[in-house]
């Protein structure tokens, strides 16, 4: 194309072939252009880690404890290894480098050593020429644990005499949030509930479960392609365990299914690299969806307690709450989601006196981490529980509630900070109101619609 | 008896790391010489359409057709480390290391052109495939000439961006400072029919009023927000981890359910511009607010039929049989008591 028929082109209302068949595409922001991904996604095109081959690629296979918590007194690989076609059963001993990993502190074993602390925590893993082997070696490992007491709650776990899950303790973060005045608060306040919020953990399900694949270029490069949220940070860990420099460490995101979190840290990135590495041929595992589903992270359990008030006028005058989140064997982003949630567990509104205190606790559970919405999805089911509950005592509307009392450019956030001229609740809140206008809707209406 | 209510939820959402985590972006373009652009950057495309976004921003900023952006993303042995993806800061943090990279490479385009054009290179506006004197537009060059002198002529095609907004602690005892670079804002509307024989909540309509700042993309805004809908109504009504004596039981999807097409109501996603001087044309990511207020939402609305709270999630046709009273025994959840969490000291 030369430039005078590229510079005519914005003339056209339509350009491309009939199968990217739109408009200019000149000015681009603001409109709903075409997706880079979409044609090779629609058409089956795409490469996902889990669909990678190479010739004499081996199939990784990974054991996972059956232990919540457990010490590991021996195991033994020898019927494993002695399954045709398996060419490594890998062990915590196996590991070159350091057997840790962590997206935020360094506290998970890449395979348990000594101890488990969850069920689904990686024991071993295998490589094998075929899957039928690799799953024949898994189930040829003997592991003999000796069980340990166990906590399963995080309110238990902080009790005192509560088995320990680390030796440091179980609370992995105590987060405190004081602004204001809370005594006065209250005092001010004409109406005051409290609660009780409960939420469950949550499974990430993204289409994709966890897949990796890993080989060794002619330059020595130990080469990962995976489906991964962060490919620098999947380097450096896999680095450090194999006890290589970072730069010999290349590591690829290919076509992703999802990740909503889950994907944020390893998955199977070390255990396909190790395999790749300790047997000099390309490896590929993929996660059944039962195995991601035991091992990886997922979505924090959280128990709120938390009173807020507000007076006659329908201001809100304080909120106070304690927050207690399950973070599960490892710390994963555990000390992050639950401050967030410390931070965030008033919602969108101003209080002029705020207490909140969160404890993120180890238990024997699964691991919970980073999920779309981060704490802050727990939260919101605690604070939009109270100001609809308060909206009620008062007899307002509960838009108008929330618009009376949230933030405004120039007032502050929990944590002091001012809002800025972008803080958008009110428009989206405004914009509420006139979709129920336009679709005829009301929060009192004859509600019984059948017998 | 069926009942039908309506209820609404509202969030927000501090956008980024926050508390002196490292929270940056790296972005790389270069020019072909026949004025095609090649971006390289190293977040993951997730399927929630960044690759597109960055696309979008570089064609933008260079005044060139979407389709002459190609972009590789996500490899340490090619592209600049960009940060991870997540905490709804894709959009907000690698846009603007895109923007800035397109500012870069600027630099030595705009020099050829003036030089080329006799005109001040800050006078040069790039836009429709021209780079044109803002004060006289008959003096301009085509985008694609001038990519093809620069490579002539030995000039550097090659910009870098790097965004940072990285920011200090807050306060260890009381966590007062400014906490996050920027914030999200969403408000959600739900209707509802609950059956109160069954306690089968399902969900009619699901108006989602986000803020997306500015909205680069509106049908990937929607499909955010869409996806955000679902994935909150889940967790609203049927998702739960039955995780006994550290058992994780329902460890498959035939026993973990999760939203099929069939459970999904009407969602209209409604969205709202509130520019922010910091973002990316003055957007802000939306990925975890779409999806934050979805179930208090939802919740809020069983209370308008039912005039009963749910506090628990989820809100299982056993949990609401139980509040309307219709299921006689307890969960064992419920027996919790303030005594047993109690406030800590000031």
């Not at chain 2, 509202?10 to 926050?18: D, R």
Request: glycine share 10%.
């Amino acid at each position: 194309m030369t430039g005078d028929k590229q510079a005519l082109q914005k003339e056209k209302l339509i350009v491309g072939t009939p199968q990217t068949l739109r408009e200019t595409d000149f000015d681009p922001v603001g409109k709903s252009v075409v997706r880079k991904d979409v044609i090779p996604k629609v058409t089956g095109k795409a490469i996902y880690a889990g669909d990678l081959h190479m010739p004499g690629m081996l199939i990784g296979k990974v054991l996972l404890s059956a232990q919540p918590h457990a010490l590991i007194k021996g195991i033994d690989i020898s019927a494993a290894a002695a399954v045709p076609g398996v060419k490594a059963v890998l062990t915590a001993q196996d590991i070159p480098g350091e057997n840790v990993f962590g997206i935020a502190i360094p506290d998970q074993q890449v395979l348990a050593d000594r101890k488990v602390r969850f069920i689904g925590e990686p024991v071993a893993v295998v490589a094998a020429e075929d899957a039928f082997a690799a799953e024949q070696a898994v189930s040829k490992i003997r592991v003999e644990y000796e069980p340990l007491p166990a906590v399963f709650n995080p309110i238990d776990g902080l009790k005192p005499g509560a088995p320990l899950v680390h030796e440091k303790g179980n609370i992995l973060y105590h987060t405190k949030v004081r602004k204001g005045n809370i005594e006065k608060g209250f005092d001010e306040a004409s109406v005051i509930v409290e609660n009780i919020y409960r939420t469950a953990g949550q499974d990430h399900a993204p289409i994709e479960p966890e897949a990796g694949f890993s080989w060794i270029d002619a330059e020595g490069v130990l080469n990962v392609f995976t489906s991964t949220q962060y490919a620098f940070r999947d380097r450096r860990q896999i680095a450090v365990v194999l006890n290589l420099p970072m730069n010999r460490v290349r590591v690829a995101n290919m076509t992703m299914g999802g990740g909503f979190g889950r994907k944020d840290d390893v998955t199977t990135e070390i255990l396909v690299a190790l395999l790749a590495w300790k047997t000099g041929r390309p490896v590929r595992l993929v996660y059944t969806r039962h195995e991601a589903m035991l091992t990886q992270t997922h979505r924090h359990p959280t128990y709120v307690r938390v009173r807020t008030g507000a007076n006659k006028e329908g201001r809100l005058t304080a909120m106070e709450g304690v927050i207690y989140g399950d973070t599960g064997a490892y710390s994963s982003l555990g000390i992050f989601v639950i401050k967030k949630m410390a931070l965030h567990l008033g919602g969108p509104y101003y209080y002029p006196n705020y207490k909140s205190d969160s404890f993120s606790v180890y238990t024997n559970n699964p691991i919970y981490g980073p999920f779309r919405g981060f704490g802050v999805l727990q939260a919101a089911v605690s604070h939009e529980g109270q100001i609809d509950e308060l909206a009620e005592k008062l007899g307002m509307d509960p838009l108008e509630f929330r618009l009376k009392n949230c933030l405004r450019p120039g007032l502050s956030f929990s944590t002091g900070q001012v809002m800025t001229e972008a803080c958008g609740i009110g428009a989206t809140l405004e914009r509420l109101q006139q979709y129920m206008v336009e679709n005829g809707l009301s929060f009192e209406r004859p509600q019984e619609v059948s017998a | 008896m069926k009942l039908r209510g309506i209820g609404v939820g509202a969030m927000m959402y501090g956008l980024g790391y926050g508390y002196a985590r490292p929270d940056f972006s790296a972005t790389d373009i270069e020019l072909a010489p026949d004025g095609t652009v090649t971006i390289w950057n190293g977040a993951s495309e997730l399927g929630q359409g960044l690759t597109t976004l960055l696309c979008q921003l570089v064609a933008q900023e260079l005044g060139i057709p979407y389709e002459d952006t190609f972009i590789i993303s996500a490899d340490t042995g090619r592209t600049p480390d960009a940060g991870p993806v997540s905490a709804s800061r894709s959009t907000y943090v690698q846009g603007n290391s895109a923007i800035k990279a397109c500012r870069d490479l600027k630099g030595p385009l705009s020099e050829l052109a003036g030089e080329l054009l006799k005109v001040d290179p800050d006078r040069l506006i790039y836009k429709d495939g021209l780079v044109q004197d803002q004060e006289d537009p008959n003096r301009s060059i085509s985008f694609h000439n001038l990519a093809g002198e620069m490579h002539k002529r030995g000039r550097r095609v090659r910009g870098s961006g790097y965004h940072n907004i990285t920011t200090a602690d807050v306060d260890p005892e009381t966590s007062q400072g400014d906490a996050y670079a920027s914030y999200a804002w969403a408000s959600q509307l739900a209707e509802v029919e609950v059956d109160t024989e069954m306690g089968l909540v399902t969900v009619l309509r699901l108006a989602s009023a986000t803020d997306a700042g500015k909205a680069i993309n509106p049908k990937m805004v929607e499909g955010q927000i869409e996806g955000g809908a679902v994935q909150g109504l889940g967790f609203a009504l049927m998702e739960e981890m039955k995780v006994e004596q550290g058992e994780f039981k329902n460890a498959k999807l035939s026993t973990y359910l999760i939203p099929t097409a069939a459970d999904v109501p009407m969602v209209e996603p409604l969205i709202v511009e509130v520019f922010d001087p910091t973002g990316p044309y003055g957007a802000k990511g939306v990925a975890e607010p779409a999806t934050i207020p979805t179930a208090p939402t939802i919740f809020n609305a069983i209370t308008n039929a039912t005039g009963k709270r749910v506090r628990s999630t989820p809100a299982s046709p056993e949990r609401v049989l139980r509040l309307l009273g219709k299921l006689e025994e307890e969960e064992e959840e419920t027996q919790l008591t303030f005594e047993d969490m109690p406030y800590p000291e000031p």
